[in-house]
């Protein structure tokens, strides 16, 4: 059974930071692109970062410089650094896994945590 749970999250004040975790189970973590995605009630789920098995990274512009996304292939987890937080940043997080198995593309979502921003 696939797992992703996520970890982390919470009430912050506009300028601090927070550290996202994804751990993994059930899937072959070391061929999946993990990624972070939020939304916010009324919108779309949007990508926030996602870093490939190579250690590629992408990132939404509004994060760029300031959030960081890393993998520890040994611990099937992903992490997520969030600095200088602002409100807009206020959603729900979503740990994604794109997994490539035997020609085949499978996509996992976690539960998602809360990040609220206060001003």
């Known amino acids: 059974q696939v797992q992703l749970v996520e970890s982390g999250g919470g009430l912050v004040q506009t ?4 550290r996202l ?3 993994a189970s059930g899937i ?3 061929v999946s692109t993990m990624g972070w995605y939020r939304q ?3 919108k779309e789920r949007e990508l926030v970062a996602n870093i490939r098995t ?6 939404a512009e509004s994060v760029k410089g300031r ?3 890393s993998r520890d292939d040994n611990k099937n987890t992903v992490y997520l650094q969030m600095n200088s937080l602002k409100p ?6 979503y740990c994604n896994a794109d997994e490539q198995k035997e020609g085949r593309q499978f996509i996992h979502w976690g539960q998602g945590i809360q990040v609220t921003v206060s001003s």
Do not use: Q, R
């Open 15 to 18: 300028g601090g930071h927070l």
């Open 21 to 23: 975790s994804c751990a």
């Open 28 to 30: 072959v973590f070391g």
């Open 40 to 42: 916010d009630p009324g």
């Open 54 to 59: 190579s250690g590629s990274t992408k990132y």
């Open 67 to 69: 959030f960081t996304i």
């Open 88 to 93: 807009e940043g206020t959603a729900v997080y």
